[in-house]
C-alpha cells in the first residue's frame, strides 16, 4: 500500500477502491458487541493537532483503539511543550524517541504533514493542513457516497461554496475526478481559486442553475471569519445565493444526496431542515469516518516492523 | 502460480492430483455424517467455514446434512485476517465478510477449512469466534491435513490425511471459486 498519506494525489482508482472495500469489511465489526480487533496490537498511533477538531481526532482515536494500537492525544495548546516555543522538528523527534508508528497530523500550514514526513520513519497520515488537504475526510466522503451510488462514473457532484480556503474541497476534487465523477465547483467568484479548472473541474457561480442536474450537492462550511475580509457581502446574501434550503432542494433530483463535511453552520451554507431531510447523508459521512480510518491504519501499519524506540536519524 | 497457506501467490511445480471431484465429494458426504453422528444429531450445530475455501465446504456440508437428515444446520464464513498473528509479517491482506447467520452461543461450532497446516489460521479462527459470541463446543473439520503442526491443535473430522514435506505445497480447488474440484500438490520454487 502507501507509507504516508499525504494527499488525494497518491492514490490511484484501484487504491481507492482497496480502502473502500477494506472500510466496507471493517464497518460490519463496529455493529457488532465486541468491537475491538487485536490485529494492531503493539502499535501506537499519536494524534498531533496543532488545529482544533473533535470529529477528526475523535474518530482517529476510536479508529486506532478498535485495532487495539496505543493512541497518544497531543494538542499544541498552552499545555504542551509547544507552549514553552518547541519547534515542529523538535515534537516530531520527540515523538520519533519514542516510538509511534503513526503520526495523525493537523497544521494550519499546508505542506506540513509532508515536511513531518521527511523527518521521521513513523507514518505520517495528513488530517488536514492549511487550504491544502484533507484526504481522509475526501476517502469517508467517496465511501459514503458509495453507499447509495455503484459506480463513480459519469456521477454529478456539486461542491458548492468556499473552495479557495477548503482542504475538503481540494481533496474531494482529486478524490472523485481520479474515480470519474463529473465534479462542479459553485460559489461566488472571490472564493473560487483561478487554477480550479486544472483540477478537472467545471465551473459554475450560479447555484440554481446547477442544482436540478446533480446526483450530490456537497456544501462546504463558510469559515464566518473570511467575511472580515469581505469575499462576500453578508452571511444573508451568502445563504440567498449559494445556501441550499428546502426551495433549492424541492428542484434535486429524486435520488440525489446532500452531504457537508461538518461542522454546519445551519441557516448559512445549508439549512436546518434540509440538513434534517432524507436527502442528508451528513451524520453517515461521520460515522463511515471510522470505517476508513481504521482501513487506512491497518492498510498502513498492517505490515513491517514495529516502531522501537529511541533510534531516531537525526 | 499456486497459493500458499496463507493465501498469498507461490511459484508451484505441480506434482500430483491428489484428490478428484468424486474423492472430494466422497470426503464431504463422510464427514457430514461423522458430524451429525459425533453431535448425536444436528442440534445446535452451527457449520462456520473459514474464508476463503473454508466458507463453500461449510455450505456443502450443510447442503448433505440437509440431504440425509432432513435437517437445516446454519452455515456461516468467518475471515481471521485481522487476527492472524502474522499481519506484521506478511502485510495487511484482502479482507472478506464474515457472516455468522446465528447467534453462537451455546451452540456447537464446526469450524470448516480446506487444509490444515501449521494450527495458526485455527487459532486465528478461535479468536475471531470469542469475538462473536462463546460457542458450547467448537470442533474442527478439514479437508485436507497435511502434518507439520506449530501449535497444539488437531482436527476431529479429516477428508484425507496427506503426508507431506514443508517444501511443498498444498492446493485446494473449489468449484464456487476455482471452477473444479481438486487437490493439487507441488513443489514450491524459491
Redesign the interface.
Known amino acids: 500500500m502507501i507509507k504516508h498519506l499525504l494527499s488525494m494525489d497518491q492514490l490511484s482508482a484501484e487504491q481507492i477502491t482497496r480502502i473502500l472495500d477494506t472500510a466496507e469489511q471493517l464497518r460490519s465489526v463496529t455493529d457488532r458487541p465486541i468491537k475491538k480487533l487485536p490485529t494492531l496490537r503493539g502499535r501506537t498511533v499519536c494524534n498531533l493537532f496543532y488545529e482544533a477538531s473533535t470529529r477528526t481526532r475523535i474518530s482517529f482515536e476510536l479508529a486506532a483503539k478498535r485495532l487495539s494500537a496505543d493512541v497518544i492525544n497531543f494538542s499544541a495548546d498552552s499545555k504542551s511543550s509547544v507552549a514553552k516555543g518547541e519547534s515542529f522538528k523538535d515534537t516530531a523527534w520527540t515523538l520519533e524517541a519514542m516510538g509511534v508508528d503513526a503520526i495523525i497530523v493537523r497544521h494550519g500550514s499546508s505542506g506540513a504533514p509532508a515536511q513531518l514526513a521527511r523527518w521521521v520513519k513513523a507514518s505520517v497520515l495528513n488530517a488536514g493542513d492549511g487550504a491544502h488537504e484533507h484526504p481522509t475526510q475526501a476517502l469517508l466522503d467517496l465511501f459514503s457516497i458509495r453507499q447509495h451510488f455503484k459506480d463513480f462514473e459519469g456521477l454529478k457532484v456539486a461542491i458548492v461554496g468556499d473552495i479557495l480556503h477548503s482542504r475538503v474541497a481540494r481533496s474531494n476534487v482529486k478524490g472523485l475526478v481520479t474515480m470519474g465523477a463529473d465534479v462542479t465547483l459553485v460559489g461566488p467568484p472571490t472564493l473560487i481559486p483561478a487554477q480550479a479548472t486544472s483540477w478537472g473541474a467545471t465551473i459554475s457561480h450560479d447555484l440554481d442553475s446547477v442544482i436540478g442536474d446533480v446526483d450530490i450537492c456537497y456544501l462546504l462550511r463558510v469559515q464566518k471569519e473570511r467575511q472580515d475580509e469581505q469575499l462576500f457581502p453578508s452571511l444573508r446574501e451568502y445563504a440567498a445565493n449559494w445556501g441550499l434550503d428546502s426551495r433549492r432542494q424541492a428542484r434535486m433530483k429524486r435520488e440525489s444526496l446532500v452531504m457537508h463535511p461538518g461542522p454546519m453552520n445551519r441557516g448559512v451554507e445549508i439549512s436546518a431542515d434540509v440538513s434534517e431531510s432524507p436527502r442528508s447523508i451528513i451524520l453517515d459521512q461521520v460515522s463511515n469516518g471510522l470505517a476508513v480510518r481504521m482501513s487506512l491504519l491497518y492498510l498502513m501499519l498492517g505490515g513491517g516492523e514495529p516502531a522501537s524506540a529511541a533510534e531516531v536519524t537525526q | 502460480m499456486a497459493r500458499s497457506r496463507t493465501g498469498a501467490d507461490v511459484d508451484f511445480s505441480l506434482k500430483a492430483r491428489v484428490m478428484e471431484e468424486a474423492d472430494i465429494r466422497r470426503a464431504l458426504t463422510r464427514i457430514s455424517h461423522e458430524i451429525v453422528e459425533r453431535n448425536k444429531g444436528t442440534d445446535d450445530l452451527v457449520l462456520v467455514g473459514i474464508r476463503t475455501r473454508g466458507a463453500p465446504l461449510a455450505d456443502r456440508l450443510a447442503g448433505s446434512i440437509a440431504s440425509f437428515e432432513g435437517a437445516d444446520v446454519p452455515s456461516g464464513a468467518l ?1 481471521v485476517s ?2 492472524r498473528d502474522d ?2 509479517l ?3 491482506r ?5 457472516t455468522v447467520p446465528v447467534d453462537i452461543d451455546g451452540r456447537i461450532v464446526v469450524l470448516v477449512d480446506d487444509v490444515l497446516y501449521t494450527g495458526r489460521t485455527i487459532r486465528a479462527a478461535f ?1 475471531a469466534l470469542l ?2 459470541g462463546r460457542p458450547r463446543a467448537t470442533r474442527l473439520a478439514v479437508l485436507v491435513d497435511r502434518g507439520h503442526r506449530e501449535l497444539p491443535i488437531r482436527a476431529d473430522h479429516v477428508g484425507k490425511n496427506l503426508p507431506t514435506s514443508a517444501h511443498e505445497a498444498v492446493q485446494v480447488h473449489i468449484n464456487e471459486i476455482d471452477g473444479e474440484d481438486a487437490v493439487l500438490i507441488g513443489e514450491v520454487l524459491a
Not at chain 2, 94 to 98: N, P
Open positions: 475471515d485481522l487476527y499481519v506484521a506478511r502485510g495487511p484482502h479482507l472478506e465478510s464474515t479468536d469475538d462473536l
